[in-house]
């Protein structure tokens, strides 16, 4: 039996699959056979139920010491577009997330703001709005605090769990290559830096969500080792709550300008998901992140594995200086009605799932 036979036959048994089946499915390119053999884990998983939160993003700062060539949204001090927010911005932006039920922060790597300032910022949100779930800072930026402060990991992630933070965001993976990230972002955390971030913080009772970018300089046959690398983790520990895929946006960059990169299209992106929901037996929920694929791709996406639309948004900055053209934030009418559309059903969640 070949490769893609063994793949179909676990498929069809609920077996687990190897490198090589995962590739075999690939390069088949049957979009429709993948969809359907998705959609029926996702039923399996979570029934007709689809999430969306009411959420609010705060990027704290655009200023970054790292310089990647993928990112468009990062700039120097003294630059035209640079803004950092101090706590008395940060309080204005709270004040109309009375809804709220999770603030997303994430930033970049400010070279003159110390620990304590993310800190703080933690704190005022756990203090105006002490329900909602707090998900905040990627692994690349739990790096940072700790080069920072001098203080391990563990040390810095009981301190934002002190603070008030309930969650981790899982940005920053990229791809989990070091060959990829000598790329596309040399400067960042290490592929086992931001696999070990996870680990600590699995351990400390902190869940996260994962997420890959593709679409760039990685081969498919990295992208599949960052797919296994997630799932070894996630049965050693059982702390990733959702898998997040985000397609490279090349607008803006200095990868896309340097490697003439088009992006990838609704054809990739959906393959991607209903790949990654097979490859990846162990997580539960999966996001099409409408920010990245544009409202009515994300609504086809919940016919191949997604289970969760993310949210209402507010405001999103980071995709969108690299050329994002969705809105920047919707409503949950919109979020629900386009769930209905689909065929299934809405329910608004909390940070871990819970039905609100």
């Known amino acids: 039996m070949n490769s893609l036979a063994r793949a179909k036959d676990k498929i069809s048994s609920g077996g687990r699959l190897e490198r090589d089946e995962i590739l075999a499915l690939y390069e088949e390119n049957d979009l429709l056979y993948l969809a359907e053999a998705a959609r029926s884990v996702k039923e399996t998983k979570s029934g007709k139920k689809v999430f969306y939160t009411v959420n609010r993003h705060i990027n704290l700062t655009n200023v970054c010491s790292a310089n990647c060539p993928l990112c468009a949204y990062q700039c120097r001090s003294g630059d035209n577009r640079a803004f950092t927010l101090e706590l008395d911005d940060v309080e204005k932006i709270l004040q109309d997330a009375a809804q709220v039920r999770e603030i997303h922060i994430v930033s970049s790597l400010h070279p003159d703001k110390d620990f304590g300032y993310y800190l703080n910022a933690v704190k005022l949100v756990k203090k105006i709005l002490p329900h909602v779930g707090i ?103 059982g702390g990733f709550v959702a898998m997040m895929l985000f397609p490279f946006h090349p607008a803006n960059t200095e990868l896309g300008k340097t ?45 191949f594995g997604a289970d969760d639309l993310d949210g209402t948004i507010g405001e999103e900055k980071i995709i969108h200086a690299a050329g994002a053209k969705s809105s920047s934030g919707v409503t949950r009418e919109t979020l629900k009605k386009i769930i209905i559309e689909a065929g299934y059903q809405p329910i608004e969640r909390d940070s871990f799932y819970n039905d609100i």
């Open 135 to 237: 998900n905040a800072f990627t692994p690349v930026e739990v790096v940072n605090f700790s080069k920072l402060s001098g203080k391990s990991i563990a040390e810095v992630l009981s301190e934002l769990i002190g603070a008030g933070v309930t969650s981790l965001a899982g940005g920053g993976a990229e791809i989990l290559s070091d060959r990829v990230r000598e790329i596309i972002c040399p400067k960042k955390c290490s592929a086992a830096e931001w696999l070990e971030v996870m680990r600590t913080a699995h351990k400390l009772g902190l869940k996260t969500n994962a997420s890959m970018m593709f679409g760039h300089v990685e081969t498919i046959e990295e992208r599949v080792d960052h797919l296994i690398k997630l799932r070894d983790l996630q049965d050693e520990t």
């Open 259 to 303: 490697f003439n990169l088009q992006g990838v299209g609704s054809w990739e992106n959906l393959k991607m998901l209903a790949l990654s929901r097979l490859v990846l037996d162990n997580f539960a929920h999966f996001k099409a992140f409408w920010v990245m694929l544009t409202l009515p791709i994300a609504q086809l996406a919940l016919s």
